[in-house]
Nanobody, 113 residues
Framework: QVQLVESGGGLVQPGGSLRLSCAASGNIFSFNTMGWYRQAPGKERELVASITSGSTNYADSIKGRFAISRYNVKTMYLQMNSLNTEDTAVYYC?????????WGQGTQVTVSS
């Protein structure tokens, strides 16, 4: 059984930085697509960034500010810089293996002065 656990969320002032981590456990033996979605209150869940073995993809709203990376097949990060209030949301990591998508429980990021 694959499980994902996010960490690193919290309260930060505008202009600040946070690094989110996603740790996967279970039978994962190769690079698959991993990524981050976020959902703000009253809004639909949106893709923030994704990473495969050879490429990364970013939403236009966070390009140049966020960076996604992977330490190994089970560990992923999202470095978030120059945060603004519009980045406030619950951030979810996901892992896609074949046609199955696994989700973490989410971590709250609040950007406020």
């Amino acid at each position: 059984q694959v499980q994902l656990v996010e960490s690193g969320g919290g309260l930060v002032q505008p202009g600040g930085s946070l690094r989110l981590s996603c740790a996967a456990s279970g039978n994962i033996f190769s690079f698959n697509t991993m990524g981050w979605y976020r959902q703000a209150p009253g809004k639909e869940r949106e893709l923030v960034a994704s990473i495969t073995s050879g490429s990364t993809n970013y939403a236009d709203s966070i390009k140049g500010r966020f960076a996604i990376s992977r330490y190994n097949v089970k560990t992923m990060y999202l470095q978030m810089n120059s945060l603004n209030t519009e980045d406030t949301a619950v951030y979810y990591c996901y892992l896609k293996i074949d046609r199955t998508i696994y989700w973490g429980q989410g971590t709250q990021v609040t950007v406020s002065s």
